[in-house]
């Protein structure tokens, strides 16, 4: 039903002009909406990108439209992947050329410390979404394009340790076990988070090259969890990481098209 929506269908729904179009969509998984769109505007003041924004109405009340240079490009902060999904799908179909997840994960790789920074390789995913959207995935592995990774890693700018290599996509945080953990890391993941696959399959549904940053937050694999002691003295620094991530992702977002 509505995976064949048109384009068109979906913007007289949404109450949105026909001819508007999206050039670019970047997420961040975490649950407080409003604390990351005034990082994401502080980000660009930062990097001297004139811009202007507003949010959006109605179903897409939970998306920071940025126009730059004349171009329209969708920011939403989600936490887990259902309307992550939709939001990814509708971007797509309005015309963005590409599609960009930043966040954080848990790490699972016992070589990696808190505040590295992974480039997933790919993304296990076994949620309803990705099988959705990407039903022949082999092994349920879900891929990101692998030259707008490159960008990204290119655009990370000062001594950051960065890691390229599988993550898994779990959406049920509070689920996780520490046999989990021990299983994820035997298997060889790097990082679990909760929506690196979602954003992959829809994207690659589309034919939209899509990518990700995370950061290490709790690096589970040695212990630490959120809000623990050491994971709470990481809180400065963690904060200048975040920023970081920010920019190279903003960077990736908007860099002209070679």
Not at 33 to 57: D, M, P, Q, W, Y
Request: proline residues 2%; glycine residues 8%; charged residues 20%.
């Amino acid at each position: 039903m509505y995976k064949s929506f048109t384009a068109e269908e979906f913007k007289k729904f949404l109450n949105i002009s026909l001819d508007y179009s999206v050039e670019g969509f970047i997420s961040y998984g975490a649950w407080d909406e409003a604390k990351h769109f005034t990082n994401i505007e502080e980000t660009l003041n930062e990097l001297g990108i004139v811009f202007t924004s507003r949010k959006l109405e109605g179903f897409l009340s939970h998306v920071l439209e940025l126009t730059i240079s004349n171009n329209i490009y969708w920011m939403s902060v989600m936490y887990g992947g259902a309307q992550l999904s939709e939001y990814v799908h509708l971007a797509s179909l309005f015309g963005s050329k590409r599609n960009i997840h930043i966040g954080s994960c848990g790490g699972l790789y016992s070589e990696m410390n808190s505040l590295n920074l992974v480039i997933p390789l790919w993304s296990y995913g076994n949620e309803s979404t990705t099988r959705v959207y990407e039903p022949d995935a082999i092994d349920f592995r879900h891929y990101p394009d692998s030259t707008l990774s490159k960008l990204i890693e290119s655009n990370i700018q000062g001594d950051h340790k960065i890691w390229n290599g599988p993550v898994i996509t779990n959406q049920a945080m509070m689920g996780e076990t520490w046999d989990d953990v021990q299983s994820w890391s035997k298997n060889g993941f790097y990082g679990v988070e909760m929506e690196t696959a979602t954003v992959f399959s829809v994207s690659n549904h589309f034919h939209v090259p899509s990518t990700a940053l995370l950061y290490v937050s709790d690096n589970m694999i040695k212990g630490q969890t959120t809000g623990d002691a050491s994971h709470t003295q990481e809180k400065y620094v963690r904060e200048l990481v975040k920023r970081e991530v920010y920019k190279a992702g903003l960077r990736t977002l908007i860099a002209p098209e070679k």
